[in-house]
């Protein structure tokens, strides 16, 4: 995002004890701000997987005739140390698209 530039995962392969991920390059300054708006951290359940995710950003668009958006940063809303369904541990993973 700094470079005004996107990368789109394509493929990922865990193979042995590497990972290739295959991705997509594309150069556009207006989709490069929609980017934390699109990425997002998980928290899953140790025991029933359920899973509650949380973006790290936000696109707020305006309500006039003008191409009014605002982009903010995410509010913090996780779903606490233990899982509301079962009351276990939550793992956390990501950052993902």
């Given at each position: 995002a ?32 929609y980017?934390?708006?699109?990425t997002?951290?998980?928290h ?16 707020v668009v305006?309500?006039?005739v003008?191409?009014?958006?605002r982009f ?24 993902f698209?």
């Amino acid at each position: 995002a700094k470079y005004g530039r996107e990368a789109h995962a394509l493929l990922c392969c865990s193979i042995d004890y590497y990972v290739r991920v295959f991705v997509r390059i594309s150069d556009s300054l207006a989709r490069v701000k929609y980017h934390a708006s699109k990425t997002a951290v998980v928290h899953q359940c140790w025991q029933c997987e359920s899973f509650f995710l949380q973006t790290l950003g936000e696109a707020v668009v305006g309500e006039d005739v003008k191409d009014n958006q605002r982009f903010k940063l995410a509010r913090v809303a996780t779903p606490g140390e233990v899982c509301p369904e079962c009351q276990n541990r939550l793992k956390l993973g990501g950052p993902f698209h």
